[in-house]
């Protein structure tokens, strides 16, 4: 059976330190690339919440593009566009996975297509 949404999506979160101090941070080691994009497009710590709502849209609303299942649980990979806080528009890759035994699907991270 192809999954084409997110299970349990209405009920996906997204930690907060995976904004504050990976995504929007300008000064972890692997997030500031990623803090970079998402600063050029109008987020940051300040708007975090619109970034996030953003983020659970696409969860729960755009279609699954791949699935792979490891010891730890199902990651899923969909694609959606940001609504950005200047009024554009930018698309992007997001990471959830199901932790072995969980139902609640949790942001691992996006970045830009």
């Known amino acids: 059976m192809k999954i084409t949404r997110l ?3 209405e009920q996906a979160y997204i ?3 995976k904004l504050d101090d990976y995504l929007l ?3 972890h080691p692997i997030g ?3 803090a ?3 600063q050029a497009l109008g987020f940051s710590k300040a708007n975090r919440e619109e970034l996030e709502r953003q983020l659970l849209h696409i969860a729960q609303t755009s279609p699954v593009v ?5 010891p730890h649980g199902e990651k899923f990979i969909i694609d959606g566009t ?9 698309r992007v890759r997001t990471i959830w996975i199901i932790d072995a035994g969980e139902r609640r699907p949790r942001f691992v991270t996006a970045y830009p297509l």
């Open 66 to 70: 791949s699935v792979t299942t490891s």
């Open 7 to 9: 299970p349990n999506g």
């Open 36 to 38: 970079k994009f998402f």
């Open 25 to 27: 941070a300008d000064t």
């Open 15 to 17: 930690p907060a330190p």
């Open 82 to 90: 940001l609504r950005t806080p200047p009024g554009t528009a930018a």
């Open 32 to 34: 500031r690339l990623k």
